[in-house]
């Protein structure tokens, strides 16, 4: 799923916010900003924190949501 025009700031915000724990976590910058933008699509939150786990769950192959 994409973020409507109203959610892509969010998403941005998240992908610059946590970039720097997921790459180290082994994610390229434009994956992260794929799973912000599904995240935020999803309608799961704007939380830093909540989405650097499901970030990360979903780089594992998982499904969390």
Known sequence: PQPE?????SARMLANKSRAELE???L???R???LA?????LDL?????SF???ARDRA??????
């Open 45 to 49: 939150g704007n939380d830093l924190e």
């Open 32 to 34: 992260i900003r794929q």
């Open 28 to 30: 390229e910058f434009d």
């Open 24 to 26: 180290r976590a082994g």
């Open 52 to 54: 650097t786990r499901w």
């Open 60 to 65: 594992e192959g998982g499904r969390m949501r």
């Open 37 to 41: 933008d599904e995240y935020v699509a």
């Open 5 to 9: 025009a109203a959610e892509v700031e």
